[in-house]
């Protein structure tokens, strides 16, 4: 899927805010709630965004991992 996202929404967020996500086309968004850090780990590599509040912990190594493309600050 050439020119598309996929971005990886991994705690609760308004309807309206998911909604605003999938109007853009370029954005593949799933909605996954609740993973554990092993979890997320596992399903991370193939996204380009995560997008999360404060009840996901995301672990140092997987902020590590190469075959991750995310840009965090």
């Given at each position: 899927m050439a020119g598309t996202f996929r971005?990886?929404?991994?705690?609760?967020l308004?309807?309206?805010g998911i909604?605003?996500?999938r109007s853009h086309?370029?954005?593949?968004?799933?909605?996954?709630?609740?993973?554990?850090?092993a979890?997320?780990?596992?399903?991370?590599a193939?996204?380009?965004a995560l997008v999360i509040r404060s009840s996901t912990q995301v672990p140092c190594h997987?902020?590590?991992?190469?075959?991750v493309s995310l840009q965090l600050p």
């Open positions: 971005v990886l929404l991994s705690d609760t308004a309807q309206q909604d605003v996500l086309p370029e954005f593949q968004v799933d909605v996954k709630t609740g993973l554990k850090p979890e997320l780990a596992e399903i991370i193939p996204y380009d997987v902020r590590r991992q190469e075959a």
